[in-house]
């Protein structure tokens, strides 16, 4: 679990969505927190606009052999993703969610940058093509 301490803590974070017609940009907060005697790390991000508050809990699955994470919101949507954990300097999540009408395949990378700050870059994919969502920077 020590892999994920990356994420425990109190985070602003900038993020620029790709996904929409017009690219946008927005300031959100990251809280993560240790859960069930630290077999657990629970991230609850906020972002105003919208307006809605995600969860992801993760975890490792002794018996899977790699990093699980469930997610929701309060819109109603949902997913499971699992990692390996840290390779070659990137924490990549990858999964699906049932979100905005459909069920999606997406990849969370994640990297240390060297001021302490982390940087996520998600992904989607459209078909068999894996184009960029979001990039998203939490700063303490």
Known sequence: MKQLDFLL????LEYTNLTTEQVTTGRATSSGKALADGR???ITQYIPVPGITAVWLIGWSDIEGHFVSFYYDDW???GTFTSPGWED????ITGDSSVF???HRFVDDYEIDEDGSVLKKGYVYI???LVPGDIVRFRR
């Open 40 to 42: 657990f790390h629970e």
């Open 76 to 78: 109603g949507h949902h």
């Open 89 to 92: 300097g990137h924490f990549r």
């Open 101 to 103: 009408g459909g069920r």
């Open 127 to 129: 078909g068999e093509d």
């Open 9 to 12: 803590g109190e985070f602003r």
